[in-house]
């Protein structure tokens, strides 16, 4: 256990063989039931999140958990894509673009994950404030909850291949949208590794930061938007835009929250909040005075 506090190929080791583990419970699960593919998806992904929630207990760490996010739909997008009978252009297309943000989020995990001896600081005052609930909070909050917000994001993407139905052209205009929304984050996360390894100033004002405080979180958001519009452009349900609605308001609510708050204990955070946005890269309107 020491070994993996501070051995990163070690730890990254385990947490491979934590999600193989995951993803052959899930993939059984959905071969050895008969339920509808949407629930039969939801119940894998739950049970999958059990297992690597099990594994955060046995390491006493919630960052087992972290790769979760971007792998979950990786794995699921790739599956249905092999069992499709007609695949046009248009699906490929799709699927590449999720494979594309699933690949660009989890290689910025695996290059700022650094072992077992780091858990993300949300998480530290998740416990710290909880204290005895903590078990419950860690379970409910920090695994299901994403667990089921990813899942409602990624499923306009599969009911399209479910369907396996023709998308029509200007849905592309859509999936370039999370195309470019993956690619910002991919900008915004290689500009502030430079800023860390150079820190110069209190907060980073460099590149896609210099207006706004989370572009990575305005990509996240615009990249499920993309995939919920190409999904009502092809089949016409607007119940494929609620995970882009619960995912946008978890990070409106609850994420930038949390981040301002706690670079709020730096100084000058408060006139940095007034000339920056929190999502929006434009300029801060000037107030008259």
Same mark, same amino acid.
């Given at each position: 256990m020491k070994k993996l506090q501070t051995s990163r190929p070690l730890s990254l080791l385990v947490i491979f063989l934590i999600y193989a583990l995951a993803t052959a419970v899930g993939v059984v699960f959905t071969m050895a039931t008969?339920?509808?593919?949407?629930?039969?998806?939801?119940?894998?992904d739950v049970l999958a999140t059990i297992v690597v929630f099990v594994f955060s207990l046995i390491f006493n760490n919630a960052s087992v958990y972290d790769p979760y996010w971007s792998i979950q739909p990786i794995v699921i997008v790739v599956a249905y894509l092999f069992r499709m009978e007609t695949i046009s252009p248009y699906h490929?297309? @799709?699927?590449?673009? +999720?494979?594309?943000?699933?690949?660009?989020?989890?290689?910025?995990?695996?290059?700022?994950?650094?072992?077992?001896?780091y858990q993300d600081w949300r998480y530290v005052m998740l416990k710290q404030k909880t204290k005895g609930l903590y078990?419950?909070?860690?379970?409910?909050?920090?695994?299901?909850? !994403?667990?089921? +917000?990813?899942? @409602?994001?990624?499923m306009p993407a599969v009911l399209v291949l479910?369907?396996?139905?023709?998308? !029509? !052209?200007?849905?592309?205009?859509?999936?370039?949208?999370? +195309? @470019?929304?993956?690619? @910002?984050?991919? +900008?915004?996360?290689?500009?502030?590794?430079?800023?860390?390894?150079?820190?110069?100033t209190t907060f980073i004002r460099t590149g896609l930061w210099k207006h706004s405080r989370h572009p990575n979180y305005l990509g996240e958001i615009l990249m499920w938007w993309g995939i919920g519009l190409a999904s009502l452009a092809t089949t016409g349900m607007a119940l494929v835009l609620l995970g882009a609605i619960v995912n946008t308001l978890m990070f409106l609510c609850i994420s930038i929250p949390m981040a301002d708050k706690r670079q709020a204990r730096k100084e000058g955070f408060a006139e940095y909040k007034k000339q920056t946005w929190a999502l929006l890269p434009l300029p801060k309107p000037q107030r008259k005075k």
């Open positions: 008969e339920f509808d593919w949407w629930i039969s998806i939801l119940l894998a490929v297309a @799709l699927v590449v673009a +999720v494979l594309l943000w699933g690949v660009r989020l989890t290689a910025n995990w695996i290059y700022t994950f650094t072992g077992f001896g078990p419950v909070v860690n379970l409910l909050g920090i695994h299901m909850f !994403p667990t089921l +917000v990813v899942y @409602l994001c990624i479910e369907m396996e139905a023709a998308m !029509p !052209p200007y849905s592309m205009a859509f999936v370039a949208l999370s +195309v @470019l929304a993956a690619t @910002l984050q991919g +900008v915004a996360d290689c500009q502030m590794h430079k800023y860390r390894k150079h820190r110069t």
